[in-house]
């Protein structure tokens, strides 16, 4: 794929979000949106985070690294207990990447 083409695709995913994103605020309506529409709505972001953040932790060279020098794996093991544990997502952000720090510290690669 060429830059040209890349940029106008990337360009163009950004104005068609934008759009949609958009066209709630500037027609507001006041009308609720149905139960089973925004019950799907609030799902959303539970959703979309695992699925930024599985590729990194399981591929982050590209192809799949489950072995033990697989930092952002470990690091991710160590964010789920914490997530599992103390249910609080600051906790968990804040976890998983001092650990990841931590384990490029002591592995040298800091």
């Known amino acids: 794929m060429s830059h040209g083409l890349f940029f106008f695709v990337v360009l163009l995913c950004g104005a068609v979000t934008f759009s949609e994103r958009g ?11 149905h139960p089973r ?8 972001p539970a959703a979309v985070l ?42 968990t952000l804040v976890s998983g990447l001092t650990a990841l720090w931590f384990f490029q510290w002591v592995s040298g690669w800091l």
């Open 23 to 33: 066209a709630f605020l500037l027609f507001p309506s006041d009308k609720e949106p």
């Open 50 to 91: 695992p699925a930024l953040v599985t590729p990194a932790l399981f591929m982050p060279d590209g192809a799949l690294d489950l072995s033990p020098s697989n930092l952002r794996l470990l690091a991710g093991v160590v964010a789920l207990a914490i997530a599992l544990w103390k249910r609080s997502v600051f906790l």
């Open 37 to 44: 529409l925004a019950k799907g709505l609030r799902l959303v």
